[in-house]
């Protein structure tokens, strides 16, 4: 939901490995000029504050697990929040933005697993017409039930197990 929001905002979003190591995580969200981290909960965090002084540009960590207030370190410039107290309480009226099909969707980086992780751009059209292509090949339905064994941050689980889904 949270990637949905933020591409009908306009935004770009940039999918992390979650079992990779943070230093990979740091060079991508510094390539990448990342203002905003999703994490799910103050572990994941504790493992950034051990390079927090490699992470230039970070301004936010948003974690979706509630937290105690001072139980959750900070460092630098970098606001710790839960998603509970930065989302409104209230929904206001759905804002969506019609962007440019062509324009940057997100950035997928490789695994870095024959030196630093490289980013892919990817735009709206792309990665719509992507999922289109494999719905005229394999038709996909509704009732369909899928299995997901890839993290959604791998291209191929972003195409099969979440826009050909949706877009079916």
Known sequence: MFEQAALGLGLVVIP????????NAAYIINDANVKLLLLENSHQWQQF???????EGLQRIVMLRPFEPGS?????NVRVVSARDWLPALAGEIQHINNDPQALATIIYTSGTSG?????MLSHHNILTNASSCLQVIPVLPDDLLLSFLPLS???ERTAGYYVPMMA
């Open 16 to 23: 992390l490995y979650t079992d990779d190591r943070v230093e």
């Open 72 to 76: 959750v370190d900070t460092c630098d």
């Open 116 to 120: 630093r992780p490289k980013g892919v």
């Open 154 to 156: 791998h291209t191929f």
């Open 49 to 55: 504050l051990s390079i927090h002084n490699q992470i």
